[in-house]
């Protein structure tokens, strides 16, 4: 089986049977567990999931969505054939509607209709989030050029949590900082996440930033390495349970399946060129075999 594979269901095991069940803003339960941590090498493997499906390109182009194109707006991915932002999109009239949690008069949560006027400016993004925050701090031209022109620097952050544009914000970043570091002719990596929907987030967060890593090793002319992964609340929805359970089953009954393999273009030599389109044709996830679709259902 791949170590990610082996990793990512020991997290999963750990949830169901430590993990406590709690009340959230979404209105659906959770099972949590406060923190939890993993390491990988991209040089042993590339980590995607083979106990069930990962639909690859929709990460990716996710990813390429929040630092190359910077962009907010959820029409960029709708083009891409990619939807999984769909639900956190601001209507034509700056309106953005979800059933929620809030807290009542006598200081309980209680289910409501959530209806937030952003403002018909910000129709079809999802506000100050993500894209927009790489874009307005400049994030990737100055982490590259650091990579190229300082490589010992320590201070290779880029956090897309930024107090002051948090209310304009659909979804507040959930992984929300990066720190990066040279080490002779190697680039790696340390991600941090506030919140992780382990079913449906976290198998596209790991393959999307494992992905970015070797797209900016590629063009300051660096090997991928390491990725060091914290989480702060680990949690599994309820309504999820089923389906955690069937892909566990898959690895102690299924067959072993094979680590893929990331390829990239290797002509090209600027982050920005990468072929951001539905076919991807720069990148690719070669001899993907997995286990099949699990489907997981989605909470605002």
């Given at each position: 089986m791949a170590k990610w594979d082996i990793e990512y269901?020991?997290?999963?095991?750990?949830?169901l049977e430590e993990g406590k069940e709690v009340?959230?803003?979404?209105?659906?339960?959770?099972?949590?567990?406060?923190?939890?941590?993993?390491?990988?090498?991209?040089?042993?493997?590339?980590p995607v999931l083979t106990t069930k499906q990962l639909f690859f390109k929709n990460a990716i182009t996710e990813i390429l969505w929040i630092y190359q194109a910077q962009s907010n707006d959820v029409r960029w991915l709708q083009e891409r054939g990619n939807?999984?932002?769909?639900?956190?999109?601001?209507?034509?009239?700056?309106?953005?509607?979800?059933?929620?949690?809030?807290?009542?008069?006598?200081?309980k949560l209680e289910k409501k209709e959530i209806v937030k006027d952003f403002g018909k400016e910000w129709a079809h993004t999802?506000?100050?989030?993500?894209?927009?925050?790489?874009?307005?701090?400049?994030?990737?031209?100055?982490?590259?050029d650091k990579i190229k022109n300082n490589p010992t620097d320590r201070r290779m952050v880029m956090s897309?949590?930024?107090?002051?544009?948090?209310?304009t914000a659909v979804l507040p970043s959930c992984v929300w900082s990066s720190e990066w570091d040279v080490t002779e002719d190697t680039l790696n990596l340390m991600v941090h996440q506030r919140s992780c929907d382990v079913p449906l987030g976290l198998p596209f967060n790991v393959t999307q930033y494992a992905t970015l890593l070797s797209l900016i090793a590629q063009v300051t002319n660096k090997k991928p390495g390491t990725i060091d992964w914290s989480i702060?609340?680990?949690?599994?929805?309820?309504?999820?349970?089923?389906?955690?359970?069937?892909?566990?089953?898959r690895g102690e009954e299924?067959?072993?399946?094979?680590?893929?393999?990331?390829?990239i273009n290797p002509?090209?030599?600027?982050?920005?060129?990468?072929?951001?389109?539905?076919?991807?044709k720069d990148i690719n996830v070669r001899n993907y075999k997995h286990h099949g679709k699990i489907s997981f259902p989605i909470s605002q």
């Open positions: 269901l020991k997290l999963c095991k750990k949830i009340e959230n803003r979404t209105g659906t339960n959770t099972i949590k567990i406060p923190s939890y941590s993993f390491h990988f090498d991209l040089q042993e493997e590339f939807h999984i932002w769909d639900e956190w999109e601001i209507d034509e009239n700056g309106l953005w509607h979800a059933t929620q949690n809030v807290v009542n008069e006598e200081g999802i506000g100050t989030a993500y894209g927009w925050i790489v874009n307005h701090y400049h994030m990737i031209d100055k982490l590259i897309l949590w930024q107090d002051e544009f948090l209310d702060k609340d680990a949690h599994i929805y309820v309504n999820q349970v089923d389906g955690i359970k069937e892909q566990i089953r299924l067959e072993d399946l094979p680590a893929p393999e990331l390829w002509e090209i030599t600027d982050f920005y060129d990468f072929d951001n389109s539905r076919e991807l």
